[in-house]
């Protein structure tokens, strides 16, 4: 059973949560977990409803699929809704972060972001490494996809290929809008994985989350429910080996990035917050 402790300094508001060993030697081998109740019931409900104000309020750039709108997504919440800016920090999840990178007493929060596939939605989430996105190097950086719905592969639960993290191929980005600006020509298209031996996808309750690494290949399918929509919010952190290196191929943050250096570790605390973990 994973132990939940609440922190008896109370220097942060979240709760921790103690990975066993099988589960951070699981996430070094496949490159990604699952763990479940990370959420509670009223942190779900909380972050659910915020979910849908943003996409139905339009509070942010909302993405859709090329060929099928009831797919959509959006980045970035946190940086103007404090719902989602306190779940990010004060949740459990920087802690579980923290515990898949060694141990690291102090990590940086990201960014955060939406993935709905409302009933029917047919369009699939490409196979693709999250790195490729990303303006950094290093290899301590970690998504961590929470379920707001419930979900299972028929409904679009998320795929992974065990262990492809260990290959360390960054291939090609592709955004559900298919965005030309992510498409670099020096990297190789993400193959086909559908009938790869070693794909895993779980069912899941609201509440469960994914840790994965930013190697591992994963994906998702249309979602064959006509009654249920599926709700994932990712959450992404920073560990001490990442090195800042833009590019014209990536996400462009929309924060002041002046203050960061190419090549070295990105230390600005109001570009990317540091979040102390304290463990006892
Ligand atoms: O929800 C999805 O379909 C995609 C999620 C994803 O790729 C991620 O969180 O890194």
Redesign the pocket.
């Known amino acids: 059973m994973h132990r939940r402790v609440s922190s008896r300094r109370m220097v942060s508001s979240f709760i921790n949560f103690t990975l066993l060993p099988r589960d951070i030697q699981a996430y070094k081998r496949d490159g990604v977990i699952c763990l479940r109740g990370v959420l509670s019931p009223a942190e779900c409900a909380e972050m659910y409803q915020a979910s849908m104000e943003f996409m139905i309020e339009n509070k942010g750039r909302i993405r859709y699929a090329k060929d099928d709108k009831r797919?959509f997504?959006a980045g970035f919440m946190s940086d103007t809704i404090p719902m989602f800016e306190r779940f990010a920090k004060h949740s459990q999840l920087p802690c579980i972060a923290a515990q898949l990178m060694d141990n690291v007493k102090m990590l940086r929060f990201f960014y955060d972001?939406l993935?709905i596939?409302t009933p029917g939605a047919q369009a699939?989430?490409a196979w693709?490494n999250?790195l490729s996105y990303w303006p950094f190097r290093g290899n301590d950086l970690i998504?961590i996809?929470c379920a707001l719905t419930p979900v299972t592969r028929k409904s679009?639960g998320?795929e992974y290929i065990l262990g492809t993290h260990l290959n360390k191929i960054l291939y090609r980005a592709i955004t559900?809008d298919e965005d030309e600006k992510f498409i670099d020509p020096s990297r190789v298209a993400c193959p086909d994985f559908s009938q790869n031996p070693s794909i895993l996808s779980w069912d899941m309750e609201a509440g469960d989350v994914?840790c994965?690494h930013p190697l591992t290949v994963?994906?998702?399918g249309a979602n064959n429910s006509l009654t249920d929509q599926?709700i994932?919010l990712?959450l992404?952190y920073l560990g001490e080996d990442v090195s800042w290196y833009p590019s014209n191929y990536v996400m462009q943050i929309p924060r002041d990035l002046k203050q960061l250096v190419v090549g070295e570790y990105p230390a600005d605390d109001k570009v990317f917050p540091p979040i102390y973990i304290h463990n006892d």
Do not use: E, N
Request: charged share 20%; no cysteine; glycine share 8%.
């Open positions: 797919f997504s972001q993935f596939k699939r989430t693709h999250d998504s996809w679009s998320i559900p994914l994965h994963h994906g998702s599926r994932g990712s992404r």
